[in-house]
């Protein structure tokens, strides 16, 4: 069932969890897309595309894998700090802009968060 789950965005849900964990700015910056879209798609004024649905799912995710090891102000550092399994960059760096999760940087991102899932310290 969780795969299943896992596999299914659900963008009315993930808008508002997202924005409360990680801001506005930062889900922006991490989709690729504005702020003020941002907040569009929280208002339910527009429908988000599918592409973006894709990488706002594929984020939660990563963030529900951080949960376990991270509160929100750790989770919120974590995308900016650059890391050795990820070559020296940030997750941050390597989800900004026109990313698709099975693309080679989402994906060690994903991994590098998973294995600190249930993990007390990093």
Request: no cysteine.
């Amino acid at each position: 069932m969780q795969g299943a789950l896992g596999e299914s965005p659900v963008p009315a849900t993930e808008w508002p969890a997202l924005q409360e964990v990680l801001g506005a700015e930062l889900l922006a910056t991490l989709v690729g897309i504005s702020a003020s879209s941002v907040r569009r798609y929280l208002a339910g004024a527009r429908a988000t595309p599918d592409a973006v649905a894709v990488r706002l799912h594929f984020l939660a995710l990563v963030v529900a894998d951080l949960a376990g090891a991270y509160n929100d102000i750790g989770i919120r550092r974590w995308f900016g700090r650059a890391r050795k399994r990820l070559g020296g960059s940030s997750p941050a760096q390597l989800l900004g802009g026109d990313w698709w999760p099975d693309d080679d940087g989402p994906n060690r991102v994903r991994e590098l968060a998973a294995s600190l899932a249930g993990s007390p310290v990093t």
